[in-house]
């Protein structure tokens, strides 16, 4: 997060102190300045004016749509991790298949009458093979797949030197009601001796055989006819030989039994970036912080989810590690399979789980301003359904949503930032210097603050304000639950003065810390919450008593 993003996110919940300097110049010319008894920021030079409304600052800044709104502009931050997505063609994955080499010996006794043939058939088992992208030594049980690409090759070798045709059948190849029946090679076309075949499966059903020894089998049948020509010449013996297979085979649907996936689910880790600034251990009670878990599920197979950490760190609040569940570990969540008319409409199984203060530790786990939510879980099918299903854009995901609504308390906030700054070589001549802070806060916040001067090497010269528990950002009152909304913003005028020996300390100054320590109304006593109409205006000048006449442009 870029230092400008930082300030504004800060603002969003705290009323935006830290972003009072960011807009300062790096050099004043001092000579510009002007004498005056009565004197307000508009009077003399001015150094600052911003205002800003939280919706514009949520809108310029929060490009990664953190923030979210209801109808009456109550606002939460929301961080969303992906845990698991992955489509059934990216986690189902069907390798180029190589049929059995045939190499088959064609036995003719003599020559063949003109007006006569031979026939010859045989048969071979085919187990077809599927994979898991998670789990790759699993075997896919198939009952019939529809294919939405792939390609059929037949390569043949035979001396036969009689006119010849060899015919493939595979029973379990259908398409349009027809089963695949191909003749493959013929002597009267022009496929060479040794030549090949392709096909287009487009469209093609598999139906796999189950029932013996043999997963996913296909029968391949093959019947050769050799025919008579008379009086040829004639050199046994005679073979055929038949390699091929199938590849760049996509699916459009899978039906069978594939109840024993696993999805590889990745350890996750949220970054929860509002906490990244405190320099201190915050405290801080959210009254309603959510963990949600959505998963959505269109893979026809009941899927469960076994959550073995779910818990919050944060690096400076004990105790450092909670715990999101009050259960012992696994967790298991059971996620229910779409049927197949509701996948055939394109609908989706869908289960939310939420955890909250009512069922959990979250409130607690928030509470010690965490910089990270930690998941680790695995998935696993559930063979409950004797037949699963899935289709090629079937997709397992899974969603940790971590919800912050802005309700509750904070104290002891302590920001800081850094920023260059340099007075001038005209400083010289200037006796003393006031400036004259005003606030207008419509936020229920409010802020000690302390301006430090510090040398090239970021050594502390001298402080601003010379009271350091004065409130230079007043809260704003509050009215009743449940709204909890600001009645009216409050306005305070602060002056901070720096007299000649003081002036002569922070010459060499090249930057300025700027140091707060905020709370909620009251200390942090009092709930409130924070909308995205709430505002804060403020204003900075500067007046200076020279000691010298200065003659402007020379």
């Known amino acids: 997060m870029n230092r400008k993003l930082s300030h504004h996110l800060l603002i969003a919940f705290i009323a935006g102190l830290a972003?009072?300097?960011?807009?300062?110049?790096?050099?004043?010319?001092?000579?510009?300045?002007?004498?005056?008894?009565?004197?307000?920021?508009?009077?003399?030079?001015?150094?600052?004016?911003?205002?800003?409304?939280?919706?514009?600052?949520?809108?310029?800044?929060?490009?990664?749509?953190?923030f979210e709104e209801d109808g009456d502009n109550f606002l939460k931050l929301v961080y969303q991790n992906t845990i698991y997505s992955k489509t059934a063609e990216q986690l189902l994955q069907i390798p180029d298949q190589s049929f059995p080499?045939?190499?088959?010996?064609?036995?003719?006794?003599?020559?063949?009458?003109?007006?006569?043939?031979?026939?010859?058939?045989?048969?071979?088992?085919?187990?077809?093979?599927?994979?898991?992208?998670?789990?790759?030594?699993?075997?896919?049980?198939?009952?019939?797949?529809?294919?939405?690409?792939?390609?059929?090759?037949?390569?043949?070798?035979?001396?036969?030197?009689?006119?010849?045709?060899?015919?493939?059948?595979?029973?379990?190849?259908?398409?349009?009601?027809?089963?695949?029946?191909?003749?493959?090679y013929d002597k009267t076309d022009p496929t060479p001796v040794g030549?090949?075949?392709?096909?287009?499966?487009?469209?093609?059903?598999?139906?796999?055989?189950?029932?013996?020894?043999?997963?996913?089998?296909?029968?391949?049948n093959y019947e050769i006819t050799v025919y008579g020509e008379g009086s040829p010449t004639y050199s046994p013996p005679y073979s055929m030989g038949i390699t091929g297979g199938v590849s760049n085979i996509k699916f459009s649907k899978i039906f069978g039994n594939m109840g024993n996936l696993t999805f590889l689910l990745?350890?996750?880790?949220?970054?929860?970036?509002?906490?990244?600034?405190?320099?201190?251990?915050?405290?801080?009670?959210?009254?309603?912080?959510?963990?949600?878990?959505?998963?959505?599920?269109?893979?026809?197979?009941?899927?469960?989810?076994?959550?073995?950490?779910?818990?919050t760190h944060s690096d400076v609040n004990a105790p450092y590690n909670v715990d999101v569940y009050q259960?012992?570990?696994?967790?298991?969540?059971?996620?229910?399979a779409p049927t197949l008319s509701q996948m055939y409409s394109g609908q989706s199984a869908y289960v939310g789980f939420t955890y909250d203060k009512n069922n959990s530790n979250i409130k607690t786990a928030v509470n010690t301003s965490?910089?990270?939510?930690?998941?680790?879980?695995?998935?696993?099918?559930?063979?409950s359904l004797p037949t699963n299903f899935v289709f090629d854009t079937s997709r397992f995901q899974i969603d940790a949503i971590t919800e912050l609504p802005l309700f509750g308390k904070a104290w002891d906030i302590t920001l800081?930032?850094?920023?260059?700054?340099?007075?001038?070589?005209?400083?010289?001549?200037?006796?003393?210097?006031?400036?004259?802070i005003q606030v207008e806060n419509g936020f229920p916040m409010e802020a000690f603050m302390q301006v430090y001067f510090a040398d090239a090497d970021y050594k502390l010269i001298d402080s601003l304000i010379l009271i350091p528990t004065e409130k230079v950002i007043p809260n704003a009152p509050v009215g009743n639950a449940p709204e909890y909304r600001v009645?009216?913003?409050?306005?305070?005028?602060?002056?901070?003065?720096?007299?000649?020996?003081?002036?002569?300390?922070?010459?060499?100054?090249?930057?300025?810390?700027?140091k707060a320590a905020m709370a909620t109304n009251n200390n942090g006593e009092s709930t409130v919450k924070i909308y995205s109409d709430y505002y804060i205006d403020v204003k900075i000048g500067v007046k200076a008593d020279v000691s010298a006449t200065i003659q402007i442009g020379e």
Not at 267 to 285: H, R, Y
Not at 371 to 383: R, T
Request: proline letters at 6%; charged letters at 20%; aromatic letters at 10%.
């Open 370 to 383: 965490p910089q990270y939510m930690l998941l680790d879980a695995e998935g696993a099918s559930n063979s």
């Open 19 to 66: 972003i009072t300097f960011s807009c300062v110049k790096e050099e004043y010319d001092f000579s510009k300045l002007k004498k005056s008894q009565s004197w307000t920021p508009e009077l003399a030079m001015p150094l600052i004016h911003s205002n800003m409304n939280l919706a514009d600052i949520i809108k310029d800044f929060d490009n990664t749509h953190l």
């Open 487 to 514: 009645i009216a913003p409050v306005k305070k005028v602060t002056l901070a003065s720096m007299g000649r020996s003081r002036i002569v300390r922070v010459i060499d100054c090249q930057y300025l810390l700027v």
């Open 266 to 311: 990745k350890k996750d880790t949220v970054f929860i970036d509002i906490f990244k600034n405190n320099l201190s251990t915050i405290k801080l009670e959210l009254d309603s912080p959510r963990v949600k878990i959505n998963v959505t599920n269109s893979y026809g197979i009941p899927i469960d989810i076994n959550i073995t950490n779910l818990a």
């Open 327 to 336: 259960q012992p570990y696994p967790v298991t969540l059971n996620i229910p």
């Open 101 to 184: 080499a045939v190499s088959e010996s064609v036995n003719i006794p003599g020559a063949i009458p003109a007006t006569d043939s031979l026939s010859y058939s045989f048969s071979d088992t085919y187990p077809f093979s599927g994979i898991s992208a998670d789990n790759p030594g699993e075997t896919l049980v198939f009952d019939s797949m529809i294919v939405k690409e792939g390609t059929l090759t037949i390569n043949l070798n035979t001396n036969l030197n009689y006119k010849t045709k060899l015919i493939l059948e595979v029973p379990s190849m259908t398409k349009n009601g027809q089963t695949f029946r191909k003749v493959v």
């Open 195 to 220: 030549g090949q075949k392709t096909y287009d499966l487009t469209g093609y059903k598999f139906s796999f055989d189950n029932s013996g020894p043999t997963t996913n089998a296909i029968d391949l």
């Open 416 to 436: 800081q930032d850094t920023i260059p700054f340099a007075f001038g070589t005209t400083i010289e001549n200037v006796d003393n210097i006031i400036f004259y």
